[in-house]
Antibody, heavy 121, light 113 residues
Framework: EVQLVESGGGLVKPGGSLRLSCAAS????????MNWVRQAPGKGLEWVSSISSGNNHYIYYADSVKGRFTISRDNAKSSLYLQMNSLRADDTAVYFC?????????????WGQGTLVTVSS | DIVMTQSPDSLAVSLGERATIKCKSS????????????LAWYQQKPGQPPKLLIY???TRESGVPERFSGSGSGTDFTLTISSLQAEDVAVYYCQQYYTTLFTFGPGTKVDIK
């Protein structure tokens, strides 16, 4: 069974940092692109970042997080990461990791259950 | 960026009746080289992550009930639930994957009338 499990969320002060992890299982991790999508409380879905499959990691960010967030992956550990720096109140959201079907231009399936990040003083 | 819009924001439909959700992209998501529309639909129930329903605008994901169908091309798309069931109460999102700046529609909430 394909499974994605996020961790690392929590309460952090504005300007602080947090590192999210996504543990993948049930599929050949290095063959798929991976993505982070967030959802602010009561709001819609916002794509955050994507990283391509294989060893040549093409990386993309939403303008709202560019320069502050860093996506990475460890294929040996079947894990996806999101390093979040200079956090702001409007980064408060549930962060989902999602598998991409194919290299980069693809839909997301499945999604993890998400991890909540709260940025507040 | 490609901006996705959806209509209506919400709708209430009687059990067994048809529900129709529209999605519009600010530019075409039809890739001419393969004649595919880079458009997906997701369903999100309260407290759950989104679930893929439709990709390539009209291809139903495995295991998704046949009452869900997608149509449209270019910039205008439709998700239809042919006979609404109680378990279909959810928010539905469209998403374009034509560019690497992926974007989602704002969502349409579907309730029972």
């Amino acid at each position: 069974e394909v499974q994605l499990v996020e961790s690392g969320g929590g309460l952090v002060k504005p300007g602080g940092s947090l590192r999210l992890s996504c543990a993948a299982s049930g599929f050949t991790f290095n063959s798929y692109s991976m993505n982070w999508v967030r959802q602010a409380p009561g709001k819609g879905l916002e794509w955050v970042s994507s990283i391509s499959s294989g060893n040549n990691h093409y990386i993309y960010y939403a303008d709202s997080v560019k320069g502050r967030f860093t996506i990475s992956r460890d294929n040996a550990k079947s894990s996806l990461y999101l390093q979040m720096n200079s956090l702001r109140a409007d980064d408060t959201a549930v962060y989902f990791c999602a598998r991409g079907i194919g290299d980069i231009l693809n839909w997301f399936d499945p999604w993890g259950q998400g991890t909540l990040v709260t940025v507040s003083s | 960026d490609i901006v996705m819009t959806q209509s209506p924001d919400s709708l209430a439909v009687s059990l067994g009746e048809r529900a129709t959700i529209k999605c519009k992209s600010s530019q075409s998501v039809l890739y001419s080289s393969n004649n595919r529309n880079y458009l997906a639909w997701y369903q999100q129930k309260p407290g759950q992550p989104p679930k893929l329903l439709i990709y390539w605008a009209s291809t139903r994901e495995s295991g998704v009930p046949e009452r869900f169908s997608g149509s449209g091309s270019g910039t205008d798309f439709t998700l239809t639930i042919s006979s609404l069931q109680a378990e279909d109460v959810a928010v539905y999102y469209c998403q374009q994957y034509y560019t690497t700046l992926f974007t989602f529609g704002p969502g349409t909430k579907v309730d029972i009338k």
